[in-house]
Antibody, heavy 122, light 108 residues
Framework: QVQLVQSGAEVKKPGSSVRVSCKAS????????IHWVRQAPGQGLEWMGG????????TYGQKFQGRVTITADESTNTAYMELTSLRSEDTAVYYC???????????????WGQGTLVTVSS | EIVLTQSPATLSLSPGERATLSCRAS??????LAWYQQKPGQAPRLLIY???NRATGIPARFSGSGSGTDFTLTITSLEPEDSAVYYC??????????FGQGTRLEIK
């Protein structure tokens, strides 16, 4: 059973960057893809992108292209999501989620982290 | 971008009743649709993948059906713990992976 544990809440200034981590247990990171989904307060779910260390590859939603970087460190079984040029609209809970299928196939999300609240405020 | 439209927005039912939630896609998905349940303050939980396959540990009261553009999540014998927001998600197309706006299910 894959378990994903995320880093704690962050408060950031507009224009800055944030990096959220997602540590996996119950398997090696190379066995699955890790994706990031965010949820603004009171809103729905929005896919950002994903990665897998086995191919050192990542895929991103067009909305986030150029502003988000998703990586994975196989040695620590940890994935990271960095979002730059933060604005107030980026205030959201950020979730990591795993997919055990082929990375090149669009995923569904089998296991989720507990979420990390990122607040962007001056 | 594939748009997923869920209906109704809110559903209020009593324990023991049957809930029928709909998800309609703007383009055909074959069977590449998943359903999630999200309770307040919690992460989403996968219920159904590829239209009709129950995820591990999901009770048989939850079932999914449909293909193409029209999909249904059915929950029989409703229990108070089924109160949640339910989302559909398509994985037919990378550009981008999209979710519906959600259906809120209230158990009276």
């Amino acid at each position: 059973q894959v378990q994903l544990v995320q880093s704690g809440a962050e408060v950031k200034k507009p224009g800055s960057s944030v990096r959220v981590s997602c540590k996996a247990s119950g398997g090696t990171l190379s066995s699955y893809a890790i994706h990031w989904v965010r949820q603004a307060p009171g809103q729905g779910l929005e896919w950002m992108g994903g990665t897998t260390p086995i191919y050192t590859a990542a895929t991103y939603g067009q909305k986030f292209q150029g502003r988000v970087t998703i990586t994975a460190d196989e040695s620590t079984n940890t994935a990271y999501m960095e979002l730059t040029s933060l604005r107030s609209e980026d205030t959201a809970v950020y979730y990591c989620a795993s997919y055990l299928g082929d990375f090149w196939t669009p995923p569904f999300f089998q296991h989720w982290g507990q979420g990390t609240l990122v607040t962007v405020s001056s | 971008e594939i748009v997923l439209t869920q209906s109704p927005a809110t559903l209020s039912l009593s324990p023991g009743e049957r809930a029928t939630l709909s998800c309609r896609a703007s383009q055909g998905l074959t069977s590449y649709l998943a359903w999630y349940q999200q309770k307040p303050g919690q992460a989403p939980r996968l219920l159904i993948y590829d239209a009709s396959n129950r995820a591990t540990g999901i009770p048989a009261r939850f079932s999914g059906s449909g293909s193409g553009t029209d999909f249904t999540l059915t929950i029989t014998s409703l229990e108070p713990e089924d109160s949640a927001v339910y989302y559909c998600q398509q994985r037919s197309n990378w550009s981008p992976i999209t979710f519906g706006q959600g259906t809120r299910l209230e158990i009276k």
